[in-house]
């Protein structure tokens, strides 16, 4: 690794980034098939009312604000061999590769306490693996048009996982089925197959991320001893930029849940699709990243960091409307749909994937303040108010599908249950939009101000 001339503004070579990257595309391996398929799969296949997973599903999260300041505080006191933050990508992934396939096998079908024993482990374990994944981008580097390259780099390969899971999933049930099948198939041993190549691939992807990356700007090892759990809520209350990007992470992270766990039940209902067409519509939620995220530092060169943001949560919004009024067409078009399903997608990559470069500029900001960079406190906060979002969705898209007497043996449904799926999949998520881009609109910390801080930061530091 090569470093500029100032000390800690590093620059990395392709392959480590692509080796960074890889990070993120291996847990939304297992984390975007959690997001878009779980859901169903507990009502569909596994035999659980719906609300019921809806309350397994908050006490996951409820559990995980717990868990996350205990993994931050942790992670930042302590520095492994293997390395501070990289470490745990081989210590956690193997254990949470198993349980993220034992959350999709029914052996025990449909036993509430198995599903809440391997869907609380796979979350609490893979919030030990994001949590110092988050921080370990952190650590490479200060460089503002290099974190925003890692970025690009990291979305680009998380989406290469959405699509995988959006658009590859689907067609792998289909072919480890057997029987003939209408929509998605309900074929348990065909979920459990396709889980498990999933989550032995992102395994594998996790051991070659930890090899390509190595942590260089991370707090002293004086300091680090003096780390406390109580350092989170500290850090919240002095960092103002922080609490701005906390509370973007709750709606874009809502937002994200209750469309992408609705997208199945709109596709087999609302559409009378097959299970190609629900591959094409789930990857095309991920597919506008391979053109406008290699796109994101011109963008933002461009137009500024906040405007952006605006421009993109601008179009998911337009997206969303385009898609509500296609699927009320007396004849909707699917390739109708799928533009629209483009649209949204374009929109809600750019905004949600750029708001991750954020975090080390919070981080630095902390450190200037206080004089410590507690990455890992900082980003367990972060995921505390994204799975603050996830909740919200978990509990959102079960009861909306509850209350419009959604019937999960029959394809066809009431014109309400269709309705809510649809408030599910673009009202809901767009006013969440709208939301976030008075958020975002508070946010201070532009290219100028945080290159100062980081250079005064290396100046008090030698």
Not at 81 to 99: A, C, D, E, M
Not at 125 to 142: C, K, Q
Not at 196 to 222: H, N, P, W
Not at 257 to 262: D, E, M, R, T, Y
């Amino acid at each position: 690794m090569e470093k500029d001339t100032n000390r800690g503004f590093y620059k990395l070579n392709w392959m480590q980034r692509i080796g960074f990257g890889s990070g993120d595309l291996a847990q939304n391996l297992i984390f975007q098939t959690t997001c878009m398929y779980l859901l169903f799969f507990y009502t569909d296949i596994y035999g659980l009312d719906a609300v019921d997973v809806s309350v397994m599903f908050t006490v996951g999260n409820v559990a995980n604000v717990i868990w996350d300041p205990i993994v931050g505080a942790l992670i930042d006191k302590h520095s492994p061999q293997l390395g501070k933050y990289r470490s745990y990508l081989v210590y956690v992934g193997v254990p949470l590769t198993g349980f993220a396939i034992l959350c999709f096998w029914n052996g025990f079908a449909p036993s509430l306490l198995y599903a809440y024993v391997t869907y609380i482990a796979m979350t609490l374990l893979y919030t030990f693996i994001n949590v110092p994944y988050g921080a370990l981008n952190s650590s490479l580097t200060r460089d503002t048009d290099e974190i925003t390259i890692l970025t690009s780099v990291r979305m680009f390969m998380a989406n290469c996982g959405g699509l995988a899971v959006g658009s590859g999933l689907p067609l792998l049930i289909a072919y480890f089925t057997e029987e003939e099948h209408e929509g998605l198939p309900k074929d348990p041993v065909a979920w459990f197959t396709t889980m498990t190549i999933y989550a032995l691939v992102g395994l594998a992807l996790l051991l070659f991320c930890f090899s390509q990356c190595k942590e260089r700007v991370v707090m002293d090892a004086s300091e680090a001893a003096n780390v406390k759990v109580s350092d989170l809520w500290m850090e919240f209350l002095k960092n103002r930029p922080l609490r701005v990007i906390a509370f973007f992470f709750v709606t874009a992270f809502a937002m994200m849940s209750i469309g992408n766990a609705a997208g199945a039940y709109f596709i087999n209902c609302n559409m009378h699709g097959t299970a190609d067409q629900l591959s094409v519509f789930m990857g095309l939620g991920s597919a506008p990243s391979f053109i406008f995220m290699p796109l994101v530092p011109m963008i933002k060169k461009l137009v500024g960091k906040r405007n952006m943001f605006y421009i993109f949560l601008g179009i998911a919004v337009a997206g969303m409307a385009f898609l509500y009024f296609v699927a009320k067409m007396e004849n909707p078009s699917m390739t109708m749909v799928y533009v629209a399903q483009f649209v949204k997608s374009t929109g809600v990559i750019v905004a949600t994937g750029y708001m991750w470069a954020l975090v080390p500029e919070v981080i630095s900001y902390g450190e200037y303040v206080s004089g410590r960079r507690i990455a890992g406190i900082v980003n367990a906060l972060t995921g505390i108010f994204f799975k603050a979002g996830m909740t919200l969705g978990s509990v959102v898209a079960p009861a909306v599908l509850a209350y419009v007497a959604y019937n999960s043996e029959s394809t066809v449904q009431t014109p309400e249950a269709e309705e809510g799926i649809l408030w599910l999949v673009c009202v809901i998520p767009a006013a969440l939009l709208v939301l976030a881009m008075w958020i975002i609109s508070k946010y201070e910390l532009t290219d100028e101000v945080i290159d100062k801080i980081n250079k005064e930061i290396e100046a008090r530091n030698k």
